[in-house]
């Protein structure tokens, strides 16, 4: 498995070029001076040997060798056989032997006679890069990997082995014996071994034999890379290979979503204690000792392995995760130190005293302190403040200086014991401040600074999208609140009653201003996205699961912590009032705080305003996926949606009556959609993303500057819920009237009419909204909502659905149309003029109706008294347009 030595010709006619790699570096500069001479002399004595290439069988009747050859003016022969050339052992030429097929008994001939052989592949490929030909002392059927190093670890079988490794010279790659770090790969069949251990903690690719075959299947692809991450992470060998696991302490949810992923992991499950599992994993916070004796082949380990294992996309090292039992040495001996009682065991005692201080020590290094009641919390004294002052009386209690306060003021005077109500409050405000710039920190360095890191064993676990849409804004609000939290440290350290607290508020507030929008509008994006990811990506749901098990998470998910920003300002806000309320009327502070509280209204504001706006543009783009056929021009920068209101069609002017309609109203125009017969398929994203089918179909796009009254049909029993809008489209001459009937509750007629109205009235600038609406009966207008759930009224619009579509399959003949026009034509010849478009348009109108003429429906019973009637409509139409 020796790797092969090479030699770069510095001829120009050798044109062949090194594509190996050496096993050292025995080449140093000294010695590199010293071969580079020898070239040179061994140049001038040997005479100059020309290349050619010979091509073999069925590699001479394809077009595109010969003219890849010619492309990189590349001498070449044809030839059937090697008998037919007569000169291939000659020492003028060096000749290299291109076949098509590595299995062709000609093949075999060649590789015994020690004669040069490549594949078509590589002619093609050097003449697509305007590279020479490769040089190699192997045959190289393609370049699928070239330059890559791999090694094996796992295989038994000899056969299998020597073909893997045939096949990788095959397709220009490298074999190591021993791992080292030039390796690239590593080709596992078993997850056991060195090799495999420091492969995983390299974050060296490990892949299955799989691998290598489907590259060989894909040899005479010529752009085509094994080592491309796409097709690699198919073959990967997952974290659980060869691993039956078993799971100790979990909720039964838990534990269902452990096993899961453990299947889709490469790994097995087993009931706990049966003799084949080979991992036992454990949770260390509520098991405390093991209820069987394990096997001595046993690994008993901590979850953290686990979600650890997944989120490397490699099996971690046990001997790092190992779960121990509660009742260790080290732990006996602190139990046997409690019970000590003898006159000569005070050191004992103060060394025990000091472990148990320094336990506690530990505990308190958490952002999450547990909460005490709010009496608890104002009593405390001033040794408690959470170290943010040095004072003597907290030395005193303590024996130590607060490590908190990380730059103490040399001026800081000894402060009361006895503190004012307004101190307090100061005090619970930094103490806010102070673990909310913890938490914001927890969120940077555990979360999302491991998730940018670049290096990642087993590649990046998020896409930078992805992750800048999770945290937003979250480094600059850190910052803000980091300058916040020490200007409060200085005057807490430093207090006087006069001390300002408004004006630190103040300094900050255009930064709060502009941190805070970009992070709350699109928290719930964030959620989203936090949610999606955790199901789609195994290995973020193991990251974090390992992260919310650390202490300085408090156990609390990545979204939990990421709501503390949403809650800041309001609770910033409340204290305040509180600090204002505990404030002398002549304290300067006093005016101050009423400031720093209008400002943080300010800000809050501004954040609801701009969260209203972002849920307006979604709300806008719903209905755009939401209504199929949408016009493009909708998209407006200055156009916002209002209400929505489901309704049914009383009338046939826009569609069937009886029709399910809905309305969106925005704020210059009304887009009116009627509900989809047939819903086509789900679109699909190119992320990947699905959206609901498009549930609606777009009717028409009306300004509102075309409604020209709104009626307020009168309730009656036999019409319920029901208005209409007159309009006239720029088109028509007439006014029309579309009436509908409301579905919902929500709004309720009265507000839905005079919120259309005022939207009207702002569009065709007029101030009196309410003159708009009149108050219309309901057979003035023509409007009956009294059948419209009704069984019949049901059934007679499916019938005249059907007839429709019967209509549109079966009507071949255009009789009944020119019949319709001609008495058209005589009907306007009587009135000495030619029929206008727009009764043209009426007639092609009544096309349907008329080829129905033999179609039996109970809704035409008598087609010649439908076409009186609408004559006589069209006759008065054509009296009012003159």
């Known amino acids: 498995m020796a790797d092969s030595s090479t030699l770069v010709s510095e001829t120009g006619r050798s044109l062949l070029a090194d594509s190996s790699v050496l096993d050292s570096k025995i080449i140093e500069t000294s010695k590199e001076n010293v071969f580079r ?29 010969l003219e890849a050859l010619e492309e990189i003016k590349m001498p070449y022969i044809k030839t059937d056989s090697i008998e037919e050339l007569g000169d291939s052992d000659s020492p003028e030429f060096e000749t290299i032997f291109v076949v098509s097929d590595f299995q062709a008994p000609i093949f075999s001939n060649l590789c015994k006679a020690d004669c040069r052989v490549i594949g078509p592949p590589v002619v093609l490929r050097s003449a697509q890069k305007g590279e020479p030909l490769p040089f190699s002392c192997r045959p190289l059927y393609c370049a699928s990997m070239l330059n890559l190093v791999l090694c094996f670890t796992g295989f038994r079988k000899k056969d299998e082995l020597v073909k893997l490794v045939t096949l990788v010279h095959h397709m220009g790659g490298i074999i190591r014996r021993d791992f080292s770090s030039k390796v690239t790969h590593l080709v596992a069949n078993s997850t056991h071994g060195d090799k495999f251990r420091i492969a995983v903690s390299l974050g060296i690719p490990i892949v299955k034999a799989e691998w290598i075959y489907k590259a060989w299947e894909k040899r005479n692809e010529i752009d085509f890379c094994a080592a491309d991450d796409d097709f690699r992470n198919q073959f990967k060998v997952p974290p659980f290979q060869d691993c039956m696991l078993s799971f100790l302490g979990f909720s039964d949810d838990e534990k269902a979503n452990m096993e899961e992923m453990t299947e889709m992991q490469g790994g097995h499950f087993l009931p706990v204690g049966d003799e084949r599992c080979t991992h036992l994993v454990v949770e260390e916070s509520t098991v405390k000792d093991l209820p069987f004796e394990p096997l001595k082949k046993l690994y008993v380990v901590k979850q953290e392995w686990f979600w650890g294992s997944i989120q490397m996309d490699a099996r971690a090292g046990e001997s790092m995760y190992l779960f121990e039992k509660s009742e260790s040495p080290d732990f006996k001996k602190s139990v046997s130190l409690l019970s000590l009682s003898t006159p000569n065991s005070n050191r004992k005692r103060r060394r025990l005293k000091e472990t148990l201080a320094q336990l506690t020590r530990e505990t308190d290094m958490s952002p999450f302190p547990p909460r005490k009641r709010p009496s608890a919390e104002h009593s405390l004294s001033i040794g ?48 806010t401040e102070s673990n909310y710039v913890d938490i914001l920190t927890t969120i940077i360095q555990l979360f999302q600074v491991p998730l940018e890191k670049e290096g990642q064993l087993g590649g990046p676990i998020l896409a930078q999208e992805e992750i800048k849409t999770i945290f937003g804004s979250i480094p600059d609000i850190l910052d803000v609140h980091t300058k916040i939290k020490e200007d409060l440290e200085d005057l807490m350290i430093n207090w006087t009653e006069s001390k300002s607290i408004g004006d630190i508020i103040l300094k900050y507030s255009k930064d709060l201003l502009k941190t805070y929008p970009p992070f709350v509008n699109f928290f719930e994006m964030s959620k989203e996205t936090i949610t999606r990811c955790e199901k789609q990506k195994p290995r973020f ?8 098990a650390k202490p300085e998470c408090g156990r609390q998910s990545l979204a939990e912590l990421l709501i503390r920003p949403v809650q800041r300002l309001p609770s910033v806000a409340l204290l305040l009032n509180d600090i204002k309320k505990h404030t002398a009327e002549e304290n300067p502070d006093k005016i101050t705080l009423e400031r720093a509280i209008e400002s943080l209204k300010e800000v809050m504001t501004h954040i609801n305003e701009d969260k209203r706006k972002t849920e307006a543009q979604r709300q806008f783009f719903d ?12 998209l407006s920068s200055h156009r916002s949606l209002v209400q929505r209101l489901e309704t049914v069609a009383l009338g046939d002017d826009l569609c069937d009556r009886g029709e399910q309609v809905t309305l969106f109203l925005f704020n210059d125009c009304l887009e009116i959609a009627r509900k989809r017969h047939k819903v086509i398929g789900a679109f699909r ?13 777009h009717v028409v796009l009306m300004p509102l500057s075309q409604i020209k009254k709104v009626l307020d049909i009168r309730e009656t029993e036999d019409c319920q819920k029901a208005f209409a809008l007159v309009v006239r489209p720029p088109t028509e001459l007439n006014n029309k009237l579309l009436s509908f009937q409301m579905t919902t509750e929500d709004p309720c007629k009265e507000d839905w009419l005079k919120m259309l109205c005022r939207h009207v009235a702002n569009t065709i600038c007029k101030a009196d909204a309410e003159n708009l609406i009149y108050v219309a009966d309901p057979d003035s207008v023509e409007v009956n909502t009294k059948d419209m759930d009704s069984t019949l009224s049901r059934a007679s619009r499916a019938i005249k659905k059907t007839s429709k579509k019967v209509t ?21 010849a009587t009135e000495g003029r030619s029929p206008s478009s727009n009764e043209s348009y009426i007639g092609s109108r009544l096309t349907s109706s008329s080829s129905l003429a033999g179609v039996p429906s109970p809704s035409l019973v008598s087609l010649p008294s439908i076409f009186e009637r609408r004559s006589h409509t069209l006759s008065r139409s054509t009296t009012h347009l003159i």
């Open 37 to 65: 001479a020898t070239v040179l002399d061994v140049e001038e004595e040997m005479p100059q040997i020309e290349t050619r290439v010979v091509l073999v069988q069925e590699a001479g009747k394809r077009e595109e060798l």
């Open 623 to 634: 209905v755009v996926y939401e209504v199929d056929g949408c016009p493009a021009n909708l």
């Open 541 to 548: 749901h193991a990251f974090l699961k390992i992260n919310q």
């Open 384 to 431: 408690s403040l959470l170290d943010i002052s040095n004072t003597p009386e907290s030395s005193t209690a303590n024996g130590e200086t607060p490590k908190s306060c990380a730059r103490p003021s040399k001026n800081s005077t000894p402060l009361p014991l006895k503190q004012s109500a307004r101190w307090q409050v100061a005090k619970e405000l930094y103490q």
């Open 808 to 828: 549109r399959a079966f009507s071949f003949s255009k009789t009944p149309k020119r019949a319709l026009r001609r008495a058209l034509m005589s009907h306007s």
């Open 685 to 697: 994203s190119p992320h990947g993303h699905t959206r609901p089918p498009a549930s609606l179909k």
